[in-house]
Every structure is written in structure tokens, then in C-alpha cells.
């Protein structure tokens, strides 16, 4: 495996988590927020 391959798929799963731990934090926010 090449250095820049394993970069670019380092990114993309933090970019991905990042994602999906933001929208996450976001619905709970949403929910907390209608009670």
C-alpha cells in the first residue's frame, strides 16, 4: 500500500466519523431540545 493511499482513506474514514458523530450529536440536541 502506497503512503498517499493510505492517507487519503485515513481521511476519509475521519471524515466519516466526523460526519456521523456530528449528525448524531445533532438529532440528540434536536430531541433533548423537544421535551
Not at 500500500?1 to 440528540?28: C, D, K, N, R
Amino acid at each position: 500500500m502506497h503512503t498517499l493511499e493510505a492517507v487519503f482513506i485515513g481521511l476519509l474514514v475521519a471524515s466519516a466519523l466526523t460526519i456521523g458523530w456530528f449528525s448524531v450529536y445533532v438529532v440528540y440536541r434536536l430531541f433533548k431540545g423537544q421535551r
